[in-house]
């Protein structure tokens, strides 16, 4: 799931690839700060920063 600084549910990806690998293109958000979150089996994991610049 990625969400902005204000928590705002963005995009969520529902599966990971064949290899375990999800692919996020930046050109769907704006430059900036945002956070990500990976779930596995409806726990969380772990949450990230991720910073997009153009």
Avoid: C, H
Avoid at 16 to 43: C, H, W
């Amino acid at each position: 799931m990625i969400f902005n600084m204000q928590g705002t549910l963005l995009k969520t990806y529902n599966a990971l690839g064949a290899n375990g690998q999800i692919t996020i293109y930046g050109y769907e958000f704006k430059p900036g700060m945002y956070l990500y979150t990976l779930l596995v089996d409806s726990r969380e994991i772990d949450t990230k920063r991720m910073i997009l610049t153009e």
